[in-house]
C-alpha cells in the first residue's frame, strides 16, 4: 500500500473475498473507526459477528459481510495492521540506513497532517492503536518501530489518555447495547469527548 493511498484507510473497509463488486467495500464512519481500533477482545467480537451473520443469511444466503458491524471493525483493523506492517518496514529501512530521513519526510508528511485533522477521541484511539504513545511498557514490537519512525514529527499522547478513552468508548458501547438505542456518529462522538 502506498503512502498516497494513506487517506482510504480512514474513509474504507474492504471484503476482497466478496463476489460481487458492490460488496467488496464499504464507507466507514468515523465512530467505526473508533471502535474497531479501541476493540480489547476482537477474537471475542468475530465470534459474535459469526453469529450475527449466520442470523442474517437465514432465507438469504448472499448476505455481504458488509451488513455485520464486527465484520466491518475486523476489516478495519486488517487494514491498518497491513498499513502499520509497512510503516515498520519503513523503520527498519530508514534504522539501516537503505532511506534517507529528509526523503522520508517527505512520505510521512500527508500521513501526520491527515492525523492532526481527526476529532480528539479518535486521534487518541488511533495512537494508541499504533503506538504513539508516552509512558506505555506494553507496546508490540510493530507499534515500538512505528514509535521511532514517527518521533519528533509529531506529538505522542500519554498511555493514560489512551486507557481514559478506552474506558469511555466501553462505557458507550455497553450504554448503546443495554439500551437496544441507535445513536448517530456525532452524538456518539459527543459521548466518548463527554463522559469523565
Known amino acids: 500500500m502506498g503512502f498516497a493511498s494513506i487517506p482510504r484507510l480512514l474513509e474504507y473497509s ?6 460481487k463488486s458492490i460488496n467488496k467495500f464499504v464507507a466507514v464512519e468515523e465512530k467505526e473507526l473508533i471502535s474497531a481500533l479501541s476493540e480489547q477482545d476482537s477474537k471475542a467480537a468475530i465470534k459474535e459477528g459469526k453469529k450475527n451473520y449466520q442470523n442474517l ?9 458488509k451488513n455485520v458491524p464486527q465484520f466491518i471493525e475486523a476489516a478495519i483493523r486488517d487494514n491498518f495492521d497491513r498499513f502499520l506492517d509497512y510503516l515498520q518496514q519503513i523503520e527498519v529501512m530508514r534504522e539501516s540506513k537503505i532511506i534517507d530521513e529528509h526523503d522520508l519526510d517527505t512520505y510521512l508528511e500527508p ?20 503506538g504513539l504513545v508516552e509512558n506505555e511498557d506494553s507496546l508490540t514490537g510493530i507499534q515500538k518501530s512505528i514509535g ?49
Not at 57 to 65: A, K, M, V
Open 14 to 19: 474492504q471484503y476482497p473475498t466478496e463476489s
Open 57 to 65: 443469511q437465514n432465507g438469504n444466503p448472499d448476505t455481504p459481510l
Open 111 to 130: 500521513w501526520v497532517e491527515i492525523i492532526d485533522k481527526l476529532k480528539d477521541t479518535t486521534r487518541v484511539v488511533l495512537f494508541g492503536y499504533m
Open 148 to 196: 521511532k519512525l514517527f518521533k519528533g514529527k509529531i506529538e505522542f499522547v500519554e498511555a493514560e489518555q489512551v486507557r481514559q478513552a478506552y474506558s469511555k468508548i466501553f462505557c458507550v458501547k455497553q450504554a448503546s447495547q443495554t439500551n437496544k438505542q441507535v445513536y448517530s456518529e456525532t452524538e456518539i462522538i459527543h459521548m466518548y469527548d463527554t463522559i469523565n
